[in-house]
């Protein structure tokens, strides 16, 4: 029995229009991560996060909790749990994550931000105002949800005075460069994924780390979006050799992450399957995608190594956190 | 088999439903990693015969397409296989799961 879909999608598009997020997370969980860095609120260059990042231990959570029903075929619960919806927020209910999977994440954030503050890129953040970009509604077809979301959007970036963004995921990323301009009129904000920023600067380098490694391209950065070399070229610089798979670049293999909600199982199936292709060439698989990363650690056994690259950036170039 | 002649004007209407252009050569299916046998060419074939009934049938197999472009990367014909799984969502949604408000 599988998750019935017009109940999950109508979740969806009801938080989107009440709430401007897909799974409404909370403050502190949005924008805890900036903690002692010192970012400027606001300014022309933002670090924009579009809650990525921040999303994903709760995603995992709740795709834990699907694939449960999944299973046990207990589905009539959702059309009561969509009209609840409506009333009080449920979706925090569904998705409850441990405080050491949300650090992990965070700490993500935290690197990359550190990174582009080490190579002197100057930028501000919008805190509260850095919204969840509205992705998955557009990927599920919810049209209407989606572009009154993205007019949304667009209203507080103008009035926040910003010119730049720096995404840190490839699927804000494609949101705010490829899609938006075709559904919000006068958007012309200049997006740029972090490592097409990194990659234009010097790093300071601590340390050559030394060692071989497999990279897995996001399909979206890979092929929606072109960014390929930037990866590559700060992982050069890094002193990690890098082994490509198979599939890779342009024929990059999907993780299975788009399905994580819906279709749980068919999930973890394309994961395995991915995971077996990168472990052929090395047993240490770097992604650029929180989604990737999720997907792929779920379905890697022991012996397989699973890191974003912000990882080993951050191991190259900057001090370690106290 | 019923043939439902708006079906396929609402499509078009919908966005960028561009699989009248196929040529039937069947690499996208192979390249596809869910690896069913109806993604997604045959999936085009009731589309472009306007074959509603049965393409509501096979919500589920349009939900669960990945829009990972995978089979677009060697498309002869240079279509937007995503994006067209994409129209037939949202024509799913509004068609048929009553989800069009904003
Ligand atoms: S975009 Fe959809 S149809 Fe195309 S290869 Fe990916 S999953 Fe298959
Ligand atoms: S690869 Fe392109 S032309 Fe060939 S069957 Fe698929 S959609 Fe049609």
């Given at each position: 029995?599988?998750?019935?879909i017009?109940?999950?999608l109508g979740?969806?598009?009801?938080n989107?229009?009440?709430r401007?997020s897909?799974?409404?997370?909370?403050r502190?969980?949005a924008?805890?991560?900036?903690?002692?860095l010192d970012?400027p609120?606001?300014?022309?260059t933002?670090?924009y996060t579009?809650?990525?990042?921040q999303?994903v231990?709760?995603?995992?959570?709740?795709?834990?909790?699907?694939?449960k029903?999944?299973?046990?075929?207990?589905?009539r619960?959702?059309?009561?749990?969509r009209?609840?919806?409506?009333?009080v927020n449920l979706?925090?209910?569904l998705?409850r994550?441990?405080?050491a999977?949300r650090k992990?994440?965070d700490?993500?954030?935290?690197?990359?931000?550190r990174?582009l503050q080490a190579a002197?890129?100057?930028?501000?953040y919008?805190?509260e105002?850095?919204?969840y970009?509205g992705a998955?509604?557009?990927?599920e077809?919810?049209?209407?949800?989606?572009?009154a979301?993205?007019?949304?959007?667009?209203?507080?970036l103008?009035e926040?005075g910003?010119?730049?963004?720096?995404?840190?995921d490839p699927?804000?990323?494609?949101m705010?460069r490829s899609?938006?301009?075709k559904?919000?009129?006068?958007?012309?904000?200049?997006?740029?994924?972090y490592?097409?920023v990194?990659?234009e600067?010097t790093?300071?380098t601590r340390k050559s780390?030394?060692?071989?490694?497999?990279?897995h391209d996001?399909?979206v950065?890979?092929?929606y979006e072109?960014?390929?070399?930037?990866?590559?070229?700060?992982?050069a610089?890094?002193?990690?050799?890098l082994a490509?798979p198979?599939?890779?670049?342009k024929?990059?293999?999907?993780c299975g992450g788009?399905l994580?909600?819906?279709?749980?199982?068919k999930?973890?199936?394309?994961a395995?399957?991915?995971v077996?292709?990168?472990?052929?060439v090395?047993p240490?698989?770097i992604?650029?995608?929180?989604l990737?990363?999720?997907?792929?650690?779920?379905a890697?056994?022991?012996?397989v190594?699973?890191?974003?690259?912000?990882d080993?950036?951050?191991?190259?170039?900057?001090?370690?956190?106290a | 088999?019923?043939v439902?002649?708006?079906?396929?004007h609402t499509?078009?209407l919908?966005g960028?439903?561009?699989?009248?252009?196929?040529?039937n050569c069947?690499?996208c299916?192979?390249?596809c990693p869910l690896g069913?046998?109806?993604?997604?060419r045959?999936l085009?074939r009731?589309v472009l015969?306007?074959?509603k009934?049965?393409?509501?049938?096979?919500?589920e197999?349009?939900f669960?397409?990945l829009?990972c472009?995978m089979?677009?990367?060697?498309?002869?014909?240079?279509?937007h296989?995503a994006?067209?799984?994409r129209?037939?969502?949202t024509y799913l949604?509004?068609?048929v799961?009553?989800?069009?408000e904003?």
């Open positions: 029995m599988p998750v019935p017009q109940s999950t979740m969806l598009g009801d989107l229009k009440k401007h897909a799974l409404p997370i909370g502190k969980a924008i805890g991560w900036t903690r002692g970012i609120r606001g300014g022309e933002v670090l579009g809650q990525m990042w999303m231990p709760a995603i995992n959570a709740m795709a834990g909790r699907l694939a029903y999944e299973k046990s075929g207990s589905t619960l959702f059309g009561f749990a009209s609840m919806n409506k009333l979706t925090p209910f998705a994550s441990t405080p999977e992990a994440f700490d993500r954030l935290r690197n990359i931000a990174l002197g890129v100057k930028f501000g919008l805190y105002k850095d919204l970009s998955l509604a557009y990927d077809g919810l049209d209407e949800n989606f572009s979301h993205a007019r949304y959007v667009y209203g507080v103008k926040a910003v010119k730049r963004l720096i995404t840190v699927h804000t990323t494609n705010l899609v938006y301009p559904h919000v009129p006068g958007f012309d904000f200049e997006v740029r994924s490592l097409e990194l990659a600067h790093l300071p780390l030394d060692r071989s490694a497999t990279i996001s399909c950065y890979a092929r072109g960014v390929l070399e930037p990866p590559r070229k700060l992982l610089g890094s002193g990690v050799a490509e198979e599939l890779s670049g024929l990059t293999f999907c788009p994580e909600t819906l279709f749980p199982s999930s973890h199936e394309i395995t399957k991915r077996e292709q990168l472990k052929a090395s240490k698989v992604t650029a995608c929180p990737c990363l999720a997907n792929l650690s779920r890697a056994p022991a012996d190594d699973v890191k974003d690259i912000s080993y950036l951050a191991e190259a170039h900057l001090p370690a956190e | 088999m019923k439902d002649s708006g079906f396929l499509l078009h919908g960028e439903f561009d699989a009248n252009l196929c040529m069947g690499t299916t192979a390249l069913i046998e109806l993604m997604p045959k085009f009731r015969l306007g074959d009934e049965s393409v509501v049938g096979q919500s197999t349009i669960s397409c829009l472009r089979c677009e990367s060697n498309c002869p014909a240079g279509i296989i994006e067209n799984v129209s037939l969502r949604n509004h068609e799961y009553g989800l069009a904003a």
